[in-house]
């Protein structure tokens, strides 16, 4: 095989890679034309974005560095110019100076990624927790509490939209371009049936865990990734100043369906919120007294028949 062959087989190889990892990001939250990371709506992934092109454009410079020293060596010390090899082996001055800028620059990412990392764990402080478990194939949202007050029997699970669900099925004779939601969005295989609502300018820890086996929470726009593993309860945590509807996609492949579990989470004003939160408590304590009602409701007695 000629060099040549290996070149293009690499660079197909690549080009793979990419399409892969970009349609696998647009799938949790499409963007037309997307070609970079997007920037986020919380702290956290704004921090996130900001070293990411620090790294992309250290990778940049670099790489100029690099490929126009080697163009430049190739063309103006060729062989057919009469370019005669240097018979030197080696300048130790050089060799400090390529050995401590890299380790330079590891250190200059390193400091804000470790930052970074730790902003990204510390859930104290936080005003709101929901639980979040992962089943197969969707997602139960449980209010835990907020602003210091337990939250009584309020979630409900969230799986795929009915719509989207029904288009999916082979011969069901629905164009899922036909799906959009009130705000013009296309949302085929993005709508569930139940958003997560959560109030705009407050922190909130998800308690993140699986009740079947392993699924993964993400919300890109979060910068928010977190693992639903069965008996562990992994914590994170998001501040979203922005009011809006933001969508996210179960990560790890958890079985058949696992492409049809999306996450949609509802960002309200707070008091809008706390109107829904009312709203929410309100139909889980009459839904309680029904069943309890219905549970010591007197047996019917029968009647005899003569």
Known sequence: MSSSD?????????AALAGGLA????????VPWQMNLEPGVTPVSHEIYKLHM???????????????????????????????????????LLEFCWTLVPVLILIGLAWPATNILRNMYDSTGAEMTVKVTGYQWQWRYDYVSYEGKPIDKVGFYSRLGWDSNAARQLGSGIDPFSL???????????????????PA???VRFLVTGGDVIHGFWVPSFGMKKDAIPGIINDTWAKVDQPGVYRGQCYVLCGQDHGFMPIVVKVVPRAEFQQWLAAQESAAKLDEAARTAAAGAPATPSVAVK
Request: with cysteine; proline share 4%; net charge positive.
């Open 6 to 14: 290996i070149m293009r087989r690499a660079l197909a190889g690549t």
């Open 23 to 30: 349609s696998m990001a647009a799938a949790a939250d499409p």
């Open 54 to 92: 620090a790294a992309l454009w250290v990778c940049v410079v670099i790489g100029i560095i690099v490929f126009g020293t080697m163009i430049i060596a190739m063309v103006r010390f060729r062989k057919s110019r009469g370019a005669v090899p240097a018979t030197w082996s080696h300048n130790t």
């Open 180 to 198: 959009v939601a009130k705000d013009g969005f296309h949302d085929y295989l993005l709508d569930v049936t139940s958003p997560l609502v959560i």
């Open 201 to 203: 300018g407050v922190k």
